[in-house]
């Protein structure tokens, strides 16, 4: 015997409930690979950066910018990614909203 009876229904379908298990994932691995990939970024920045400096004090020269300033710059272009791609969707969003309209309006029309 399970843990339920033999004639409950199940709430969600099998495919509602692949499906959720699916974007659930690809949610966990969006939030710890997305920061996780960022932070790998910094540090081997930083650890360029940190040669750079080193081969250029090296050879009496000075960066002509201070390794925060790289950083800075590689936030900002993160940042103007993250805004294209974000805008990118909700087009996406608006145009399919609008397909799923015109859909719903001409089987209307057709019956």
Not at 73 to 101: K, N, P
């Amino acid at each position: 015997m399970g843990i339920t009876q033999q004639d409950t229904v199940p709430d969600l379908s099998d495919l509602c409930w692949v499906l959720s298990m699916f974007t659930s994932g690809m949610g966990i691995g969006l939030l710890y690979f997305g920061y996780a990939g960022l932070v790998s970024l910094a540090l081997s920045l930083s650890r360029s950066v940190s040669r750079l400096r080193a081969r250029a004090l090296s050879l009496s020269l000075s960066l002509p910018f201070p390794p925060s300033l790289l950083l800075t710059y590689v936030h900002y272009l993160a940042y103007i990614v993250h805004m294209y791609v974000q805008h990118l969707a909700y087009i996406v969003h608006v145009y399919v909203q609008h397909l799923a309209q015109a859909y719903m309006e001409r089987s209307q029309l057709s019956t």
